[in-house]
């Protein structure tokens, strides 16, 4: 049975706007002009206990509004949502007992208060029973490698530092589903990783049903096993990562890196080229230094094929093959849809 | 330990860190003391007309006043109004509590934690610069009693002013309406009963002589001890109006909440 099931989910907020300048305040005054924004516009999918689902869109696309409906802070314009069997804005107190969540812009720790203290006012908070709440406390401590930060006040943490103090936070009162809303955003590449194995781990090893937002593709190609694309409120595609790679574009790469030599004997106009390589099917993406990337439809030549080709004529040193980054294909997706 | 109780404890340690701003306060605080007893002393031996209260009381009253400056509702907790403004009040609406007894319980630990630094010097000093002690014990016992139920209509107030972030963000404005407000008619600018017969009444209907005038007065004698009930009808049916009003504007709030900053 899914543990959330969301259909036809919409919010639609009202922004005041004025015209900007002394005169747009002084008419602002009087008259305001009124836009309605759509920011979910029709949202629906359900998860199973214990899934990893990437939530990802540009900008702007309700990343954030789906998250804080679904944790039960917003109230939608219409629209079901059932999580864990409870409406999240209705049974509010209920609903938010068993979620966890973390902004990654913002922080609940207290800010004048040591990283432990914080801790122990969540305990209090939640009511979390003393011998479970050490329990967890000192697992999270060991997962995340918290011991040095205890008694440092939070305004004196890193972002790092304070990421993964935020989600040992999110997690004291061992929540079976936790909405991670850009927690790897500003982080450097440790850090990242250390959240990553981590979220990784509660979502292996204790079936935590995670949703992250994020617009770093390398935590959905590190995490996701399913990934929803959202782009201006609508769901642009649900599925795994293979899948919506395909659903977009079926070519793939070839990076080749050639002999010193050869590097002016390759590259796509004809003219200033010695020997231009023109293959149907396909299309030299760049040419940099030595090395060349080719982007080529497997349906009109296979990777075997091309292969054969460019060695027979060039001297090449080394070469591989992969999947258009998924950047791209994103990119690539959100162009599609662009209101 | 109890989830509110722990929110008081730890925003209640909390502000006790504040030293510099205490003293600060509390040299104010003395220095306005000593110009209002001056003015009030003038005003006393410039007439002969009999007053409602003697000038040793009005002294009294005055530095009663100054010691609980603190505990009067004239701002809001600094935090709540930074989470409003910059969107971090999404987790307050994440924990599993009532949010009006969680913002409640901050506002208590705020009318109480900054007076207790100030109040205890300010009535060591005052008790030297001629303020009287309670006549009877009676008298104290009803002061301390009326004052927990100040401290409960003041937070009661300061925490519906909070709410009205949720509209105004910035709440310059409403502050400074409301300041103006609890000064003039809780008697920290003129002692209430020196106010005329006739306006009397109309203070009488206003919730802001429970914050102030009604404890100094059960201090002094000048309301007795026996009618202590009285004072707290008075007191705490006011504070059940401002809760219910409070707790509606969250009510509201929470429904047309608008998250800044994504």
Same mark, same amino acid.
Not at chain 1, 35 to 57: C, K, N, T
């Given at each position: 049975?899914?543990?959330?099931?969301?259909?036809?989910?919409?919010?639609?907020?009202?922004?005041?706007?004025?015209?900007?300048?002394?005169?747009?305040?002084?008419?602002?005054?009087?008259?305001?002009?009124?836009?309605?924004?759509?920011?979910?516009?029709?949202?629906? +999918?359900?998860?199973?206990?214990?899934?990893?689902?990437?939530?990802?869109?540009?900008?702007?696309?309700?990343?954030?509004?789906?998250?804080?409906?679904?944790?039960?802070?917003?109230?939608?314009?219409?629209?079901?949502?059932?999580?864990?069997?409870?409406?999240?804005?209705?049974?509010?107190?209920?609903?938010?007992?068993?979620?966890?969540?973390?902004?990654?812009?913002?922080?609940?720790?207290?800010?004048?208060?040591?990283?432990?203290?914080?801790?122990?006012?969540?305990?209090?908070?939640?009511?979390?029973?003393?011998? &479970?709440?050490?329990?967890?406390?000192?697992?999270?401590?060991?997962?995340?490698?918290?011991?040095? $930060?205890?008694?440092?006040?939070?305004?004196?943490?890193?972002?790092?530092?304070?990421?993964?103090?935020?989600?040992?936070?999110?997690?004291?009162?061992?929540?079976?589903?936790?909405?991670?809303?850009?927690?790897?955003?500003?982080?450097?590449?440790?850090?990242?990783?250390?959240?990553?194995?981590?979220?990784?781990?509660?979502?292996?090893?204790?079936?935590?049903?995670?949703?992250?937002?994020?617009?770093? %593709?390398?935590?959905?190609?590190?995490?996701?096993?399913?990934?929803?694309? $959202?782009?201006?409120?609508?769901?642009?595609?649900?599925?795994?990562?293979?899948?919506?790679?395909?659903?977009?574009?079926?070519?793939?790469?070839?990076?080749?890196?050639?002999?010193?030599?050869?590097?002016?004997?390759?590259?796509? &106009?004809?003219?200033?080229?010695?020997?231009? +390589?023109?293959?149907?099917?396909?299309?030299?993406?760049?040419?940099?230094?030595?090395?060349?990337?080719?982007? +080529?439809?497997?349906?009109?030549?296979?990777?075997?094929?091309?292969?054969?080709?460019?060695?027979?004529?060039?001297?090449?040193?080394?070469?591989?093959?992969?999947?258009?980054?998924?950047?791209?294909?994103?990119?690539?997706?959100?162009?599609?849809?662009?209101? | 330990?109890?989830?509110?109780?722990?929110?008081?404890?730890?925003?209640?340690?909390?502000?006790? &860190?504040?030293?510099?701003?205490?003293?600060?306060?509390?040299?104010?605080?003395?220095?306005?003391?000593?110009?209002?007893?001056?003015?009030?002393?003038?005003?006393?031996?410039?007439?002969?007309?009999?007053?409602? %209260?003697?000038?040793? &009381?009005?002294?009294?009253?005055?530095? $009663?006043?100054?010691?609980?400056?603190?505990?009067?509702?004239?701002?809001?907790?600094?935090?709540?109004?930074?989470?409003?403004?910059?969107?971090?009040?999404?987790?307050?609406?994440?924990?599993?509590?009532?949010?009006?007894?969680?913002?409640?319980?901050?506002?208590?630990?705020?009318?109480?934690?900054?007076?207790?630094?100030?109040?205890?010097? %300010?009535?060591?000093?005052?008790?030297?610069?001629?303020?009287?002690?309670?006549?009877?014990?009676?008298?104290?016992?009803?002061?301390?009693?009326?004052?927990?139920?100040?401290?409960?209509?003041?937070?009661?107030?300061?925490?519906?002013?909070?709410?009205?972030?949720?509209?105004?963000?910035?709440?310059?404005?409403?502050?400074?309406?409301?300041?103006?407000?609890? %000064?003039?008619?809780?008697?920290?600018?003129?002692?209430?009963?020196?106010?005329?017969?006739?306006?009397?009444?109309? $203070?009488?209907?206003?919730?802001?002589?429970?914050?102030?005038?009604?404890?100094?007065?059960?201090?002094?004698?000048?309301?007795?001890?026996?009618?202590?009930?009285?004072?707290?009808?008075?007191?705490?049916?006011?504070?059940?109006? +401002?809760?219910?009003?409070?707790?509606?504007?969250?009510?509201?709030?929470?429904?047309?909440?608008?998250?800044?900053?994504?």
């Amino acid at each position: 049975m899914p543990q959330i099931v969301v259909e036809n989910l919409t919010k639609t907020f009202a922004v005041s706007e004025r015209t900007s300048g002394t005169w747009g305040s002084v008419r602002g005054l009087v008259h305001r002009k009124r836009r309605m924004v759509h920011a979910l516009d029709g949202i629906s +999918f359900s998860l199973e206990p214990g899934e990893l689902v990437g939530y990802i869109g540009p900008n702007g696309a309700g990343k954030s509004t789906t998250v804080k409906v679904l944790s039960g802070i917003l109230v939608p314009t219409s629209g079901r949502c059932d999580v864990c069997g409870l409406i999240p804005w209705k049974n509010r107190i209920a609903h938010v007992r068993g979620i966890g969540v973390v902004f990654g812009q913002r922080t609940q720790l207290w800010w004048d208060l040591p990283v432990v203290e914080s801790f122990d006012l969540l305990r209090d908070i939640y009511s979390v029973p003393d011998s &479970q709440y050490e329990a967890t406390r000192d697992e999270l401590i060991a997962l995340l490698d918290l011991n040095p $930060l205890l008694d440092t006040p939070v305004r004196q943490l890193s972002l790092g530092q304070r990421m993964r103090c935020d989600l040992a936070a999110a997690l004291l009162h061992s929540p079976s589903i936790v909405f991670l809303d850009e927690p790897t955003i500003g982080l450097d590449a440790v850090s990242k990783l250390a959240v990553r194995s981590f979220v990784k781990r509660i979502n292996r090893e204790r079936g935590v049903t995670v949703i992250l937002t994020t617009h770093d %593709m390398d935590d959905i190609e590190a995490l996701c096993s399913r990934v929803i694309v $959202l782009g201006d409120g609508h769901i642009l595609s649900d599925g795994t990562l293979d899948e919506l790679r395909s659903s977009v574009t079926t070519e793939r790469r070839l990076i080749v890196d050639l002999e010193k030599g050869d590097r002016h004997l390759f590259c796509a &106009q004809e003219k200033r080229c010695l020997s231009p +390589f023109s293959v149907s099917g396909v299309e030299v993406v760049r040419s940099d230094g030595t090395r060349v990337e080719l982007r +080529f439809d497997p349906d009109v030549i296979s990777a075997a094929d091309l292969i054969a080709q460019v060695t027979a004529k060039y001297a090449v040193k080394d070469l591989f093959v992969e999947n258009t980054p998924i950047e791209e294909v994103i990119a690539k997706l959100y162009a599609e849809h662009r209101p | 330990m109890s989830a509110y109780y722990a929110i008081i404890a730890t925003r209640f340690r909390a502000l006790l &860190q504040y030293r510099a701003a205490a003293a600060a306060g509390f040299a104010t605080q003395l220095f306005w003391g000593l110009v209002r007893v001056m003015v009030v002393t003038a005003f006393y031996q410039s007439s002969t007309a009999h007053q409602p %209260m003697s000038l040793s &009381q009005s002294i009294t009253y005055i530095w $009663l006043g100054q010691a609980m400056l603190a505990m009067l509702p004239w701002n809001v907790d600094r935090e709540i109004a930074a989470m409003v403004r910059s969107g971090d009040v999404v987790y307050e609406l994440l924990r599993p509590r009532d949010l009006y007894a969680v913002w409640f319980s901050r506002i208590l630990a705020l009318r109480t934690a900054p007076t207790l630094l100030r109040a205890v010097p %300010m009535f060591v000093i005052a008790l030297l610069l001629g303020m009287e002690p309670p006549k009877t014990a009676a008298s104290a016992i009803a002061y301390v009693v009326s004052v927990m139920a100040a401290v409960l209509l003041s937070a009661a107030i300061t925490a519906m002013v909070s709410i009205s972030l949720l509209w105004t963000i910035s709440g310059d404005g409403v502050l400074r309406i409301m300041g103006a407000l609890v %000064m003039l008619f809780s008697g920290l600018l003129v002692p209430l009963p020196l106010f005329p017969s006739w306006a009397q009444t109309a $203070l009488d209907w206003l919730p802001f002589r429970g914050i102030a005038d009604i404890p100094y007065r059960l201090y002094m004698g000048h309301i007795p001890a026996s009618d202590l009930h009285w004072a707290l009808v008075s007191q705490l049916g006011w504070t059940a109006v +401002f809760v219910l009003i409070g707790r509606l504007m969250l009510w509201r709030g929470t429904r047309r909440l608008v998250v800044q900053g994504g």
